[in-house]
């Protein structure tokens, strides 16, 4: 087996852990991803988004004190749906 594969397989089995032992679904990124992402959250399912990743566009913020990129990817959720968020560190 792949180390690729072996971390997939441990990063997915954790995540599925820390949601109550629920297989949880990958969704793609884009506004495919997002409306399907958005209909699991509607159906009752838990979501977690990683938007930690490097940012060439986004919404700039102030990071450590330096600009940093962000991604805009959870500004929309509260608003549309009644989800709630949380900070994780």
Do not use: H
Request: charged share 20%; glycine share 10%; proline share 6%.
């Amino acid at each position: 087996m792949r180390q690729e594969t072996r971390v997939d397989a441990l990063i997915r089995t954790l995540r599925d852990s820390a949601m109550g032992g629920k297989t949880v679904p990958l969704f793609a990124k884009g506004a495919k991803g997002a409306r399907e992402a958005l209909a699991y959250v509607a159906r009752g399912g838990r979501l977690g988004m990683l938007v930690d990743q490097k940012m060439n566009d986004g919404l700039e913020v102030t990071f450590f004190g330096q600009p940093a990129m962000t991604a805009p990817a959870l500004l929309p959720w509260p608003c549309a749906t009644a989800v709630r968020l949380f900070r994780v560190m």
